[in-house]
């Protein structure tokens, strides 16, 4: 078994993990209570900046950075949003976090309330968690009898309410701009920035969005302190001033072709190798891996060769991959085609694009039907120069669009292409010899729906 | 409140939905409660119900409108089965057969995906990842996520799912008299 004892995960498959009780037992809530009754809310964030957390929900950026952008002394009210639309696909460490230990999540929300001197907390739940919702509510009503939300907790001047608020099945509620949008009952079209929801968030007021995983953290962090934080994971390199480092615990998901997917914690900078051998229990049937997405599918693929490549915050992007994500790891096995894979992250893109920016709209559903003309044997290798167009030109990064979602369609896109375009070229002129070599305008197979 | 008339929701509705109010500074943010609300009752958001939100919020009924044809999740024409299976079909699941579990479920079924069966007891939609991939492939029905799916086995683990779905509208109370629930 592997030696690193988890922490985010500890009370998992334990009896009654979901209670206040099983919480209180193994220390929960007295952090809460003690940083309450001793510290100020500024301390809060300078311990959450000292530990080097970065945000677990995609980005990695650092929390108690974040945390520091509100405007100070501001008359209020000033949100906290938890982001628990957990949709990126092969993602659900937060699920488990929640359906398992909510208190965990909810001290964190609380602790993380006090810091930025929220008074109400919105958890966004997406759809899609039933069990998770009625874990959370019951755990917020345990916390409300326990005196741990409402006014004036325990004595202090500080007033807290948590809320749960529903999703409604739609990926871009992930994207902290469309969340607040959505909070806010509106289609969750994300926001032009600035300003950034520090400034102006949820209700126009000042709003920090974090991840449920990175509430789990802040938790422990405020339990075991900044220097046990600090003693897990990769250290910032000395010669780099900008690298804040990958401290800290990570969840990992995996899933795909592996023996025994599930939901495991490592230090951050595991190998993707170790994860699928010493955690997974190997590629599934004996087979080899032909690739594996690092951390949700906008990530794009490391093939086999990249395995032993650390999963931090950095180890990805030296890879060709955009980062290390959600940390969600997909196993491929040899006997997929590369073309299938791109295909179902074109056909997820094109239906989750919210359909504001026309460059991410259109480009998702173009993709999306080059692809199915590629499966469906009438591929060109102009097609994939097309595709290539399409990927260096819809996003954030080449400007275009307002939120990140076409950045995430559009590298696997070129990641992909990149890395497998001999097994590309290969499919097309065995499955289309006749026309594999034209380069006039083709009609689309059919007409795909967006939002 | 408001003196328009309302035709799809009750008072226990309109209840319900003040009783979030409280929770939100804006009116505007409880447009997706009551959607959801709405929803869970009758299955689908007819547009005379978007109109009740719409006046129960002191919003213009486009406003709630454009929020709801955002979310593909609420069907506006008919309800969606007394079941509502969402199969997931993305990588996680697709690597373990997702695909293959949509098709056959939808064949033995005799609906497309999308589709309710005529006894509207079921509606089968495609789904992007549902988080839980370490169950894949998986298929998410009312409440019930059912793991680890065999398409052999699936349609069997969808029955087990209609049964308790047929228990609970069981024990539901029946509407009042002056709430009308059938469609006019």
Known sequence: MPPFEPVLLEAIGTPESHTIASYRARGGYAPFEKLLAEKQPVDVIELVKSAGLRGRGGAGFPTGLKW?????????????????????????????????????????????????????????????????WDRLQAAIDEAYAAGLLGKNIKGSNFSLDIYLHRGAAAYICGEETGLIESIEGKRAWPRIKPPFPAIEGVFRKPTVVNNIETMACVAQIARRGV??????????????????????????????????????????????????????GGVWKGRKAKAAIPGGISMGLMTEAEFDTPLDFKGPGTVGCMGLGTAAVVVIDETVSIVDFLHNSCRFFAHESCGQCTPCREGTNWNLRIL???????????????????????????????????????????????????????????????GWMVTDPVPALQIVGAH | MTSHALKRLTPEMVAEIEALAPRYPDRRA????????????????????????????GLPPAEVQDTLTF??????????????????????????????????????????????????????????????????????????????????????????????????????????????????
């Open chain 1, 68 to 132: 520091s952008f509100l405007p100070k002394d501001h008359p209020g009210p000033v949100y906290l949003c938890v982001n628990a639309d957990e949709s990126e696909p092969g993602t659900f460490n937060n699920r488990i976090l929640m359906e398992d230990d909510p208190h965990q999540v909810i001290e964190g929300t609380m602790i993380s309330s006090y810091a930025t001197r929220a008074t109400t907390a919105y958890i966004y739940l997406r759809y899609e968690y039933p069990h998770a």
């Open chain 1, 227 to 280: 220097d046990w934080f600090r003693s897990i994971g990769v250290p910032a390199d000395p010669a780099n001033p900008r690298d804040p480092g990958s401290y800290g615990p990570k969840l990992y998901c995996l899933s795909g072709h592996v023996e025994k997917p599930g939901c495991y914690e490592a230090p951050l900078g595991i190998t993707l190798r170790e994860l699928i051998n010493e955690y997974g």
């Open chain 1, 372 to 434: 199915e003309r590629i499966r469906a044997g009438k591929g060109r290798l102009k097609d994939l120069e097309i595709l290539l167009e399409n990927g260096t030109t819809m996003g954030m990064m080449p400007g275009s669009t307002i939120c990140g979602l076409a950045d995430g369609a559009a590298w696997p896109i070129k990641n992909v292409i990149h890395k497998f375009r001999d097994e590309f070229e290969d499919y097309i002129k065995r499955t289309n010899p006749e």
């Open chain 2, 30 to 57: 409880l447009v997706l409660p009551s959607l959801h609300l709405v929803n869970k009752a009758l299955r689908h958001v007819p547009l005379d119900a978007v109109v009740d939100v719409a006046n129960v919020l």
């Open chain 2, 71 to 184: 979310y593909q999740f609420f069907h506006q024409q008919k309800p969606h089965g007394t079941v509502r299976a969402f199969v997931c079909r993305s990588i996680s699941c697709a690597l373990r057969g997702g695909d293959e579990l949509l098709e056959k479920l939808c064949s033995q079924y005799g609906i497309e995906p999308y589709g309710t069966t005529d006894d509207g007891s079921l509606t089968i939609e495609p789904a992007e990842c549902l988080g839980a991939c370490d169950f894949a492939p998986c298929v998410l029905a009312n409440d019930d996520l059912l793991k680890n799916l065999d398409p052999a086995a699936a349609a069997a683990a969808l029955e087990a799912v209609k049964i308790r779905a047929d228990q609970q509208n069981a024990q539901r109370p029946q509407p009042t008299t002056h709430s009308p629930m059938e469609d006019a």
